[in-house]
């Protein structure tokens, strides 16, 4: 096999384990993006790894799902594995995808989202107060964290309460987030979470209700109906998809702002025009999921890389979100006003184009909105921030900010 690039030169051979500790490595991923084309893992935990981390190699392959198969993906099979239950939607591929697909979509649409947005105004509001009496807070446990929660149980249709229990099934159910955490308890956990869902879920096919469960329980498509268990995975798909990518944008996108008062002052300053883009440069600066793999159908060139059947490919979403080909010089700097051409890839591209993405863009804009009305001088850094140290999911755990 020939690549235009080199077989992992300048790549550490601990790639990606503990790269991401500290949000995007910016240095890690020129080096990746460099050579033009993809690059070889020195030292895959098994097979052939290409990483794709320019913008051109991942949008196309993302945008391929005949040539890059999403099957054999990583985190949510692992967490079929744990409920012996058959693939998610994320890790389908057409025409079981489009089948799935066109079964749960219609339950996101925009007419949808837009009906929760008093709902997820109230909460922000409501988790705003600290900022509105002056005093700092936690960004990520008192903000960031419960926010994304709170707006899956509205969706739900569940009570908001129920968001801490949430919080913890999901915690349980990702490979890695709960640190202290039992096998054993993790177990139950699991446990506990499918029987709440598919409880709630029979309960809306008897007595339907006007949110997401008894759409997707009730959803048909040519007589074809997602079965029970079907229907449990795909809710646990979107507490572990909507949770801890929204979290991360939010607190990302609120650390941005501190560390940076004048793109702050340029968006108090014209928040009509710049909300929208502030809004998309939020999900690209931050870009919560660094990656996917997808494995090759069939030999196809990538980035003119020669990929042979069976290997797999990393999507950097991350890397390509700072590509300087797609989003120019400045790729690495934090611009409100910034309006690519290149589209960005923080909910990835093609078939699989994240399912959440007008709710997540919705909660950021309120979020935005609110605080320009609550604190127009915005936010100041008030601590360290720490970082969650993943390498799938990557963003903040704690981050102590004060109105400014
Ligand atoms: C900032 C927040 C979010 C980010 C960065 C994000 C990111 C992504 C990405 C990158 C994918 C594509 C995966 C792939 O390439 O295979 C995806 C898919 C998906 N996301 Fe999101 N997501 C976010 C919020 C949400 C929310 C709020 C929900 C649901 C309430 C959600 C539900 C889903 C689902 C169901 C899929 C699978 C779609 C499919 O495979 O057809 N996401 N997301």
């Given at each position: 096999m020939t690549g235009a690039a080199g077989a992992g030169a300048g790549v550490p051979r601990d790639f990606p384990d503990g790269w991401f500790a500290h949000g995007h490595p910016a240095e890690l991923y020129e080096r990746l993006r460099e050579p033009g084309g993809l690059v070889r893992h020195?030292?895959?935990?098994?097979g052939v790894l290409w990483i794709a981390g320019g913008h051109a190699e991942v949008h196309a392959a993302a945008a391929d799902p005949a040539a890059f198969?999403?099957?054999?993906?990583?985190l949510l099979a692992e967490i079929g594995h744990a409920y012996d239950a058959p693939p998610t939607i994320m890790h389908t591929d057409p025409p079981d995808h489009t089948r799935y697909r066109a079964l749960v979509a219609p339950a996101f649409r925009p007419s949808v989202t837009r009906r929760l947005e008093g709902a997820v105004r109230e909460r922000v509001r409501a988790l705003l107060a600290p900022v509105a009496a002056g005093r700092a807070f936690d960004a990520v446990g008192e903000l960031a964290v419960p926010l994304p929660l709170q707006v899956i149980c509205a969706l739900l249709g569940v009570?908001?309460?129920?968001w801490r229990r949430f919080h913890r099934w999901t915690e349980a159910i990702?490979?890695?987030?709960?640190?202290?955490?039992?096998e054993g308890e993790r177990d139950a956990l699991r446990v506990e979470c499918g029987t709440y869902l598919l409880g709630t879920a029979h309960e809306r096919r008897a007595d339907p209700r006007d949110d997401v469960i008894s759409r997707l329980a009730l959803a048909e498509l040519d007589g074809d109906r997602l079965t029970d268990l079907e229907l449990v995975m795909f809710l646990i798909q979107l507490l572990v998809a909507g949770n801890e990518t929204t979290r991360h944008a939010i607190s990302g996108g609120l650390l941005a702002f501190a560390e940076r008062p004048d793109q702050w002052a340029a968006l108090r300053a014209r928040p009509e025009e710049l909300l929208p883009t502030a809004v998309e440069e939020i999900l690209r600066w931050t870009s919560p999921v660094v990656y996917f793999l997808r494995t090759a159908t069939r030999a196809v060139t990538l980035g003119g890389t020669d990929v042979a059947p069976g290997d797999r490919v990393m999507l950097l979403y991350g890397s390509a979100n700072r590509d300087p080909a797609a989003?120019?010089?400045?790729?690495?700097a934090f611009d409100v006003a910034r309006r690519p051409e290149a589209s960005g890839l923080a909910f990835g591209?093609?078939?699989?184009?994240?399912?959440?993405a007008a709710l997540a863009r919705m909660e950021i804009r309120i979020l935005l909105e609110e605080l320009l009305a609550c604190r127009e001088e915005g936010l100041a850094l008030a601590g360290t921030p720490a970082y969650n140290?993943?390498?799938v999911v990557t963003g903040l755990r704690h981050c102590a900010l004060t109105p400014a």
């Open positions: 020195p030292a895959p935990p098994d198969r999403s099957a054999d993906g990583i009570p908001e309460d129920d990702v490979p890695g987030a709960a640190e202290g955490l039992s989003f120019g010089p400045d790729a690495d591209f093609g078939p699989h184009f994240c399912l959440g140290g993943s390498s």
